[in-house]
């Protein structure tokens, strides 16, 4: 099985603006590799500039922000490429892509790290961040899945989301709910 590491990764817009976005890095034996569903601007600015910031947080509210359209978290200039990272990342990788694999779903970027930081202790994720990064997952594919499957896992995540949850966990969970009932209520009147 890949070991992904769920992360949050920085790219660069053509006019030089930052593009912050959650994203699975896989391992692999030569370095991590990135693969962004088309469409994604991601995908472009991998393309266009051939680099990326992989950055790992414990502030899951930065997992939630994105997929709710909060995508404005401080960033401070990287090392070595041409980029930003997020100012509180844990640890950060700066990556150059050294080959691109094709495909009209899914393309995969393999690339090399060429700078590695670390910025702060890792603890370790509580049941209530894990709990928010999948939620953060299934409200990504909220047009994919039947509302009965997330209401389920939404009723299995919510029993460790509530023993652990802090007041960074708990804004989290409020903005992803938001958009899951907000999508449901589309679903709704489209029926
Ligand atoms: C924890 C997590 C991991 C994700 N991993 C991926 C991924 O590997 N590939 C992908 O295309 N989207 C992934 N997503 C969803 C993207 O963040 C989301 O679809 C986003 O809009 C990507 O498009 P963008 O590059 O235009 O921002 C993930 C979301 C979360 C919360």
């Not at 890949?2 to 890095?25: K, V």
């Not at 200039?77 to 779903?105: A, F, M, W, Y």
């Not at 899945?145 to 509530?162: A, C, N, R, S, V």
Request: hydrophobic share 35%; aromatic share 8%.
């Amino acid at each position: 099985m890949p070991f992904i590491r769920e992360s949050i990764i920085t790219t660069l817009h053509e006019d030089g603006q930052t593009h912050i976005t959650p994203m699975g890095a896989h391992e692999t034996p030569n370095g991590l590799m990135l693969a962004p569903f088309k469409p994604s601007a991601t995908l472009n600015n991998l393309l266009r500039t051939g680099t990326a910031t992989i950055n790992y947080t414990d502030d899951v509210r930065i997992f939630a922000g994105c997929i709710t359209g909060r995508r404005d978290w401080p960033t401070v200039p990287t090392e070595v490429i041409k980029g930003v990272r997020l100012e509180n990342c844990l640890t950060h990788n700066e990556v150059r892509v050294k080959t691109h694999q094709q495909n009209d779903i899914r393309p995969k970027f393999y690339c090399e790290t060429v700078f590695e930081q670390a910025h702060q202790p890792f603890h370790g994720y509580n049941r209530a961040q894990s709990a928010v990064i999948e939620l953060a997952i299934l409200a990504s594919r909220l047009h994919m899945l039947p509302e009965e499957k997330i209401q389920h896992e939404i009723e299995y995540l919510t029993i460790g989301f509530d023993k652990t949850a802090g007041d960074r966990e708990h804004q989290a969970w409020e903005w992803l709910m938001q958009k899951i009932t907000d999508f449901n209520e589309t679903r709704d009147t489209q029926t």
